[in-house]
């Protein structure tokens, strides 16, 4: 059985956020909505080095939802809204939720989910990608690895568009797989693996 | 590209049990839930000495902000009405009950607070309407074996306390482990939300606050009506 996953390598990525603008592009989302973003880590906010002068850094952490194997959100989701398909991805339904946040407050990975009380705007009055999904307010939202592309046998927007190719994407229960092979020759971790979600998520060191 | 060391935090080695971890969660917010339509409950029955007391010792304010804790940046928007609340304290009972009389009892003000009230216009007729209503709502009690008093089954107070019932078995439920009940109690909440208390409670709660702006039943139907506003999800038509 398949086993989606996305590997994101640390040391390619240079927090440009295009993998946020293509999230947005593809899924349509509306303004201060989005499902993945770039963290910047050991600083305050994002984009502020870590350290002190002169001994700054600056290293990233792209963050969305995990999809993760053994996922509480699935399971305590009272409306079936979030689901995981046969292929792992875990996918949210927003015209099914009702909004009790309950996958939310399960989650151990802050930030991955979005829910607006009130309808956000949208920059544009037409669609600008191909995600069917309408954004309702009091409804929660997060990254789907781009289900309605991976049908049509396209990998998500965000691996497609990373210009450092940071991101992979495939099949870990294919071993010849470019994701299997990555694991298997590069030091890697799994964020919050001691919380027992199994995340699909891998990063590269 | 030259090889950068990345820090990052440090992870010990025990795993936890998600899904234990998020029923532990949830038991927590489902018993916070039932409190606060417990105390609403409570507050739309006719003042009795304990309630005053309840009131006077804080106990309902106290509760309110610890039981919408877990709302975070959401719970701002009821602390400003629990706030309100607070300043209502110290009137005898007397006062309360005349309060209550005037707004719900028989009065010229006279604000209903039974759906039947509020259920009928859309219809042809109101007392066939009003039978049908008391029927559906015994048969939902009926289902968990709760019987309320004969002729208060559409009332605000006894339909948030077959809300705060349902929380309450959520609670034990999610205690227990036992997922599918748990889940399936808190859809039944959401179900009754759409088709009973969260249809009319948001004019109710107009209705009281255009006849009795800034008293405590103003304060405590506007804490309600954005409680609900939060419970119903979306399409919810009670918070301008």
């Given amino acids: ?205 | 590209m030259n090889n950068r060391e990345i820090n990052l935090p440090a992870s010990n080695n025990v795993v936890d049990d998600p899904i234990g971890r998020a029923c532990g969660i949830l038991t927590s917010v489902s018993r916070s839930r039932a409190t606060i339509y417990r105390w609403l409950s409570l507050g739309f029955y006719p003042p009795d000495r304990e309630w005053v007391e309840a009131v006077n010792r804080e106990q309902l304010t106290a509760e309110l902000t610890d039981a919408t804790s877990w709302l975070g940046a959401d719970q701002q928007k009821l602390l400003l009405e629990i706030e309100r609340l607070a300043g209502h304290q110290r009137s005898p009972l007397e006062e309360w009950q005349a309060e209550y009389n005037r707004l719900f009892g028989k009065s010229i003000q006279y604000v209903s607070p039974r759906e039947g009230s509020y259920r009928w216009r859309d219809v042809l007729h109101m007392t066939e309407t009003t039978d049908n209503l008391t029927a559906a709502l015994q048969q939902e009690y009926h289902q968990f074996g709760l019987l309320p008093l004969t002729g208060m089954e559409d009332t605000v107070a006894v339909e948030c306390e077959f809300l705060a019932y349902l929380c309450e078995r959520e609670t034990e439920n999610w205690a227990a482990h036992s997922m599918s009940s748990a889940r399936e109690l808190r859809q039944q909440q959401r179900n009754f939300l759409i088709n009973h208390l969260g249809l009319w409670f948001p004019e109710f709660s107009r209705n009281v606050t255009d006849c009795a702006a800034d008293s405590f039943y103003d304060h405590f139907a506007s804490f309600g009506n954005i409680w609900l506003s939060f419970e119903y999800g979306a399409g919810y038509l009670g918070v301008a």
């Fill in chain 1, 1 to 205: 059985m398949k086993h989606y996953v996305m590997v994101i390598d640390l040391q390619a990525c240079t927090g440009c956020n295009t993998c946020s603008v293509a999230c947005k592009q593809e899924n349509n989302l509306p303004e201060n909505v989005w499902w993945t973003e770039v963290l910047t880590l050991g600083s305050d906010g994002n984009d502020m080095p870590a350290g002190v002068y002169p001994e700054l850094t600056m290293d990233y952490l792209p963050m969305g939802c995990q999809h993760c194997a053994n996922a509480p959100c699935v399971e305590v989701c009272p409306s079936t809204a979030t689901y995981r398909l046969e292929t792992g991805v875990v996918v949210q339904d927003p015209s099914l939720c009702i909004g009790c946040r309950y996958c939310m407050m399960v989650c151990p990975f802050t930030g991955v989910r979005v829910f607006s009380e009130d309808q956000q705007p949208y920059a544009t009055s037409f669609p600008t990608g191909s995600n069917p999904v309408i954004h309702r307010p009091k409804t929660v939202e997060k990254c789907t690895f781009c289900a309605h592309r991976l049908e049509r046998g396209l990998e998500p927007a965000c691996v497609e568009t990373c210009p450092m190719r940071a991101r992979t994407f495939g099949d870990i229960s294919d071993p010849t797989s470019e994701v299997s092979e990555l694991l298997r020759t590069r030091s890697h971790f799994q964020l919050l693996i001691e919380k027992g979600t199994e995340p699909s998520v891998y990063y590269l060191t």
